[in-house]
């Protein structure tokens, strides 16, 4: 016990993106993390799910493709045996607006992710402790160095920590790391099946079957909008969805919404169009009032721009309803009214 309260916990960090460049609509930020003591242990069984053969770990890579599945399982018994942790960052990277943000420059944006999301290792460290991180080399413009700083200052200030909880930050090539490797297989998976590249026409049946063993070991407790949409656990679409830190700390998908504020203006307007309506009035109603209505979700851009010529037989639906599920994400989409074409001709002929 005594030992215990002199010796600081020194934590091992990891971390590789995936899906930051090219036509990926979400970008996936991930890092494995685990105690000092364990990083020769674990470093010797991911070595040894290599069988001999010379190669790195990639979630991109094909060489020796019969290794992979191999090499999931030794991830999951690291977890199991040495408290090999996961957590990932997942982005829509259309809502991100580097213009006005990152000085048009998506490299700084993505700098800013791998800071919001090592902070939460900060947020979540009570106890006297060292992080000791190694990120895959990104660009040369951008620095594991400034990014230490950067966060000890921002753990100073919202954690009052008065020394640097960040020891060390190395930018390292990911040939030299073999759990940089492991974090690249695993966001590679998350990134994968987030973008729902197993739905492709050319989707490797390779690739799905080591992101489905992934989700069955992953074994992720299905909550929130997942369970609307009948997501059941250890699924490959439970990678798609956002966790409860803390039922699986040890394997944790957070996704960050960019469009919080233009979220909240979306619902007041709806709110607002809606309330000029009785409860029993109905969608057929608003539709001879000369409106057309959208049913949005803010979260991933999907929406219908005229709801009732999508689906007519919904006219007798009541405004005081609740809207329909998003079929990506199972949030309740944003109903709001536009002016249609039909009352803006009929105003102009009443002109
Ligand atoms: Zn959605």
């Known amino acids: 016990m005594a030992a215990q309260l002199l010796t600081p916990r020194m934590l091992h960090i990891f971390g590789d993106e995936s899906s930051h460049k090219g036509k990926h609509k979400f970008l996936v930020y ?99 402790a060292q992080f000791f991180v190694q990120l895959d080399e ?31 930050a190395i930018d390292v090539r990911s040939h030299t790391s073999p759990l940089v490797q492991v974090a690249d297989v695993l966001s590679g998976a998350v990134a994968y099946v987030t973008n729902e590249r197993y739905l492709l026409s050319d989707a490797s049946p390779r690739k799905k079957a080591l992101a489905e063993r992934i989700a069955k070991l992953a074994n992720i407790p299905i909550v929130g909008h997942a369970k609307e949409l009948g997501v059941r656990r250890g699924e490959l679409r439970s990678l798609a969805f956002a966790t409860n830190p803390r039922v699986t700390p040890d394997f944790i998908i957070w996704h960050l919404h960019l469009r919080a504020e233009e979220e909240k203006v979306l619902r007041a307007l ?41 689906r007519p037989h919904n006219g007798i639906k009541l405004v005081s309803s609740k809207p329909t599920r ?19 001709t009929r105003s102009e002929r009443n002109a």
């Not at 009035?281 to 959208?294: C, H, M, P, S």
């Not at 998003?326 to 803006?344: D, M, P, Q, T, Y």
């Open 30 to 128: 991930g890092t494995v993390s685990c105690d000092r003591s364990m990083v020769p242990k674990i470093r010797e069984e991911i070595e040894k799910a290599k069988k001999g053969k010379s190669l790195e770990w990639h979630w991109s890579e094909s060489k020796y493709p019969e290794l992979y599945p191999g090499l999931v399982d030794t991830i999951f018994k690291c977890r199991d045996n040495f408290g090999l942790r996961f957590r990932c960052l997942v982005v829509n990277t259309r809502h991100t607006r580097h213009k006005e943000y990152s000085d048009d420059d998506p490299d700084l944006g993505l700098e800013k992710y791998i800071h919001l999301h090592l902070m939460t290792y900060a947020n979540d460290q009570k106890a006297k």
């Open 138 to 168: 990104r660009t040369p413009k951008y620095r594991a160095e400034a990014q230490k700083r950067a966060l000890n200052a921002a753990d100073r200030r919202d954690n009052l920590r008065t020394y640097d909880l960040f020891a060390d």
């Open 270 to 310: 709806s709110a607002e169009q809606l309330s000029r309506y009785s409860p029993d009035a109905t969608y057929a109603d608003l539709q001879r009032d000369g409106y057309r209505i959208v049913v949005e979700c803010a979260r991933c851009d999907h929406s219908i721009s005229d709801y009732l010529s999508a």
């Open 326 to 344: 998003c079929g990506k994400c199972g949030r309740r989409g944003i109903v709001h009214l536009k002016a249609s074409h039909f009352h803006r």
